[in-house]
């Protein structure tokens, strides 16, 4: 049998693809990822996630599905027992399953349901709070233009000069996994953190190390046309027409320095796989759920239903293990995070149980010149009729408090237009986003990469933008369902003499009723009647 690989997935949180400087940001400091790009995987440059926050992001890449196939598409619907993923996948091929509990992807209400995907939790836990802002009350107080920014600045250390968080004793306790190995299974070591997600927070040396000069510019909302409700609303509720172009910078600068933090346990994952042995002998996967705004169009952090390429575009690098082929560096394929799946499947040699829409990667690490996809698609928002489905709604019937940072987002949510479905159909040049009850958008990328301008009615686009409505009915269509590789029986046992007591001799009767409750099919009592 082929040897298997060990699979490594290092799992940032609202990381945007670019923050990396390889992939282009004068001011990001990303050595580790720019080394593993340039010498040993493939960086995919125009990566994209199928939902724009995490949930429903994760349900969608950890099952090859997309979101609206078994309506993964809130904040509060995750995956359920008799739902198959690929941690439970793996680990029924014969892989020693490790995550931390950062996953946001298992519905937490089942007992052991968890647990069931998994053979090692970690918990943590075990270590004093990192200590907090060095300002006290860092965004000020309600009213004032920071207060719903999510921006904290920079973090307190401790005696020993660190800001020691949960992702630091996550990233440590899968580093003491694989130089301790439990067994000789291959492992599969999957590690969620938090960072770069708000609050926007860092400690030193990470902090001063981002020029604030060379931190590209953010898009203004007053440079746009024709951008969505949900982004107006987010803006009104937000309070920040204060926030001065300085504290956007900063905010940014921050951002860039958390990738940074990001970069460097990367790194340190990664010597600890060659100091245990075992680095030739890994795939190792580095993907974000979804981006961040991080100023751009006036706003903080993220909206479910919005797809410029900060929210969309992810990271997403691949090393696949030494005895693979490999053509290193930046891929410009258009790819989908449900390629990930395929991808993992593939080289550890694991058997698809369901049908699901990822497409391997292998040939274009192989040779980045390839290209896989055509179309790129995200979708998120909800039906009117849906509004108990919003995240605001499990704060209960009052909503959330005002003074709480995502108050801005749970009640801009609550408008049905802002929030309405929305889906995202991409190609190299061209964006259309069809909305149910807002107006629809069409970006041309090439002439504007800021997507500042929506063109949807604009003549010269129109026989482009009726061809991605077509293709968007066609993909609809194809992955509107799926179904299941196990097949029910359309009889019981009751049903199935009702049937054929009729043609069974008196003496034959009670050994057809015993094969029937043992499970036989018509066809196999063919000898008794």
Known sequence: MKKRPHIIIFNPDEMRADALAHLGNPAAITPNLDAFARTEGVSFRRAFCQNPVCVPSRCSLFTGLYPHVHGHRTMAHLLRPGESSLFKELRESGYYVWMNDRNDLYAAQYPGWLEANADEIFYGGNVPSAPGPEKENPRGSMGEPGFYSHFEGRLKVDGSG?????????VDALIRRIKNPVDDRPICAF????YPHTPYAVEEPYYSAIDRDKVPPRVKPEECTGKPKMEEKLREMQEMEGYSEE???ELR???????????????????????????????????SDHGDFTGDYGIPEKAQNCFEECLTSVPFLIKPPAWEKVDPGICDSLTELVDFYATVLDYSGTAPVHTHFGKSLRPLL???????????????????????????????PSGSPRSFVYWPRQTAQLDSTAHCKATMIRDK?????????????????ERDPGERFNEIHNPQYSEIIGKMQR??????????????????????????????KGKVPPENAEAVKRRLAEGAKMSELSEYF
């Open 162 to 170: 660190k800001n020691y968080s949960k992702d630091d004793e996550d």
């Open 191 to 194: 590690v969620g953190l938090l």
């Open 247 to 249: 504290e956007w910078r």
């Open 253 to 287: 600068a921050v951002y860039l320095a958390m990738c940074m933090k990001v970069d460097a346990q990367f790194g340190r994952m990664c010597q600890a796989l060659k100091d245990a042995g075992i680095y030739d002998d890994c795939a190792i996967f580095f993907l």
């Open 366 to 396: 192989e040779d980045r010149s390839r290209d896989l996809r055509e179309y790129v698609f995200c979708e998120g928002g909800r039906l009117p009729e849906e509004s108990h489905c919003d995240e605001w709604h499990v704060n209960g």
């Open 429 to 445: 040049r061209y964006k259309y986003i069809s909305r149910s009850l807002d107006l629809d958008e069409f970006y041309d990328l």
């Open 471 to 500: 293709e968007m009915l066609r993909w609809y269509q194809t992955t509107c369902d799926v179904v299941p590789w196990d097949f029910d029986a359309r009889f019981n046992k009751e049903m199935m003499w009702v049937k054929v």
